[in-house]
């Protein structure tokens, strides 16, 4: 056999060496490795031609190691799970500094996007994937963690709670104007933009006049399924939308929608920050669950 910088016969005789010896079955180490029972005999074969020395006893119903073959099997088990450990650790820094994290597409917009650049001052290193959608997150191993309206219920995530919203009506400068201290029966007669969600953990119209102690018919005359989609409505007058009063901050600070008071009600649930607990996240992952949660107690929600 050709020889290498280390004296080494070919990795792959050793490779099916390791496999059956850990076996102790030429068929089981084939099944493993996706080749036939005779490539690993084959490879094995050559082996102890190489060596001088016979490694397995070949008996009626499977093998056993020999002497040698054991020598040989503890020396490379040995190496295979140090070489296994520091390609592990590699992989790990390769990936350590990307984190994914998601949201519905109004949190995206309206507060995470920002704060991930702000982030991005901090830790320029970290690659930041963030995974927009109006519908519940299940089944995503892809993401680290995601904001969410309401707890989880799956058992195998941690739920951080971020904060507790107030819900009020909002809509254009000029409709708000037109409805300063409206009734609860006056703001039901006006057109309501209503968000049709897969969640239904989110408040919805009807909800919240029925918490405000409103028992009147509430009219679905328009429907959505994108609460940004509802948003730009009332801004652009169409109707009023029910605003969540942490989250849309920017658009109130800039004018663009005003709330109509003096309604409102505190939101039944939180918003939390769910997701593997954080000995399963990487020290990137949870360097930015860390910047969210301070980023909240600092009031940029």
Do not use: C
Not at 6 to 33: C, D, M, Q, V, W
Not at 50 to 65: I, M, N, P, W, Y
């Amino acid at each position: 056999m050709s020889r290498r910088h280390y004296n080494l016969p070919p990795l792959t005789t050793l490779s099916a060496f390791e496999a059956a010896a850990r076996h102790l079955s030429f068929k089981n180490a084939a099944e493993e490795l996706s080749v036939t029972p005779g490539a690993v005999s084959h490879q094995i074969k050559a082996l102890e031609g190489d060596l001088g020395t016979a490694l397995f006893q070949r008996k009626h119903r499977g093998v056993d190691l020999t002497e040698d073959g054991k020598a040989l099997y503890e020396a490379l088990s040995s190496s295979f799970t140090r070489i296994s450990k520091t390609l592990g650790a590699i992989r790990n820094r390769a990936s350590v500094e990307k984190v994914t994290v998601g949201s519905t597409t109004a949190v995206a917009a309206l507060w995470l996007s920002p704060a991930v650049i702000r982030f991005w001052r901090d830790m320029p290193e970290v690659n930041v994937d963030q995974l927009s959608q109006d519908r519940a997150f299940r089944d995503r191993p892809d993401v680290d963690f995601f904001i969410r309206y309401g707890r989880d219920s799956d058992p195998s995530l941690t739920n951080t709670p971020l904060f507790r919203d107030h819900l009020v009506p909002v809509a254009s400068p000029e409709v708000a104007d037109r409805l300063i201290g409206a009734r609860l029966d006056q703001l039901a007669a006006e057109r309501l933009i209503h968000l049709e969600s897969e969640d239904r953990s989110w408040t919805t119209w009807p909800e919240w006049f029925q918490q405000l102690g409103y028992s009147g018919t509430i009219p679905i005359e328009s429907r959505v399924n994108s609460y940004s989609v509802a948003l730009q409505l009332a801004r652009k007058g169409a109707g009023l939308a029910l605003g969540w009063q942490r989250l849309i901050q920017p658009m109130l600070q800039s004018g663009k929608l005003v709330t109509i008071g003096p309604h409102q009600l505190t939101a039944p649930n939180q918003f939390y920050l769910v997701g593997r607990p954080d000995e399963d996240l990487s020290d990137s992952a949870r360097a930015l669950k860390n910047w969210i949660i301070q980023e909240v107690q600092n009031g940029s929600v």
